[in-house]
């Protein structure tokens, strides 16, 4: 059984780097997609190569300001590919490490032309809902962009789970309803329940679902067509091989237009994107 190739793809959660990836990382990549050479940086070409072979229209691709966990993707880095106008280039600062996050947003979205924000709590030492971040938040919503969180598990080395549950975002959609918030992996592994709830209450709040076998979807999220302007779908490529993953999510039990939404339309609306 084949997707629906009618159905349109924007993937909302994609991984690139100049400098290769701390080893743990590495080794673990080269299990789940043997395909790429880790050893080169992971450029434009390859990256429009693997969104052509899966069908994936435009790719919203990240920084990383991780270094203790999977390491560093500059924003400089990640900028420049987007100068393709189908890589949509995310920034990433962070907050246990910088005191100028404010300015470093700012020059990201205004002077680098970088279209959202990913945060990594659990990479990045933080509690999302702690108010020395409120600031980093504020400016966000006044630039009017995106900020994907990471939640749930990971197995990298160094890694604090503590800091990725998604219930922490039930304060930061409180007090700040006009930030769009999408959750990364829908809190993977513990707490899918915590994050369906969450994108269930609050408006802001989006479930994407990088890292998630597609087949288990269904069951870990019960009822979700009833969340059909909500739903983001993300590959976290290179940890997948996408077309593969592009088609099981095809191949999901919806109507086509839930997957239309959930593959496409919702991306672009939180994108701005016509």
């Known amino acids: 059984m084949h997707g629906d190739d009618t159905v349109g793809v924007v993937d909302f ?24 050479d ?15 072979s899966a069908g994936v229209e435009l790719g919203v691709v990240f920084a990383e300001s991780t270094p ?22 995310f920034c990433s600062v ?26 990594l709590p659990s990479y990045m030492y933080f509690y999302p809902n702690d108010t020395k971040v409120y600031p980093l938040y504020e400016k966000a919503v006044e630039l009017d962009i995106p900020v994907v969180f990471h939640t749930g598990t990971s197995i990298f080395r ?29 809190g993977r592994g513990l707490w899918y ?16 679902f990088s ?8 069951e870990y999220f019960p009822n979700l067509e009833e969340l059909e302007d909500k739903l983001i779908f993300g590959s976290d490529w290179p940890g997948c091989n996408l077309r593969e993953l ?9 109507s086509n237009k839930v997957k239309r939404k959930m593959l496409r339309e919702n991306a672009l609306k939180l994108l701005k994107v016509e």
């Not at 420049?80 to 890589?87: A, H």
């Not at 329940?193 to 994407?208: G, Q, W």
């Not at 592009?246 to 919806?254: D, E, M, S």
Request: proline share 7%; hydrophobic share 40%; with cysteine.
């Open 13 to 36: 959660h994609m991984h690139v780097y100049e400098k290769p990836w701390n080893s743990w990382v590495v080794e673990y990549l080269k299990k789940i997609n043997p395909q790429i």
């Open 38 to 52: 880790y050893t080169r940086p992971i450029d434009e070409g390859i990256l429009i190569r693997e969104m052509d």
């Open 68 to 89: 203790e966990v999977t390491g560093t993707v500059s924003n400089e880095f990640v900028a420049r590919l987007g100068k393709n106008d189908r890589i949509i280039p």
């Open 94 to 119: 962070n907050p246990s490490k910088s005191e100028n996050v404010v300015e470093i947003l700012e020059y990201c979205i205004n002077e680098l032309s970088m279209k959202g924000l990913k945060l």
């Open 158 to 186: 160094n890694v604090r789970q503590k800091y990725a549950d998604p219930l922490l975002l039930d304060d930061v959609a409180v007090d700040f309803p006009d930030l769009k918030i999408v959750m990364a992996h829908s």
């Open 193 to 208: 329940n915590t994050a369906l709830m969450l994108a269930r209450i609050h408006d802001n709040v989006y479930l994407e």
């Open 211 to 218: 890292g998630l076998p597609p087949k288990r979807i269904p």
């Open 246 to 254: 592009v088609n099981g999510f095809k191949n999901l039990p919806y």
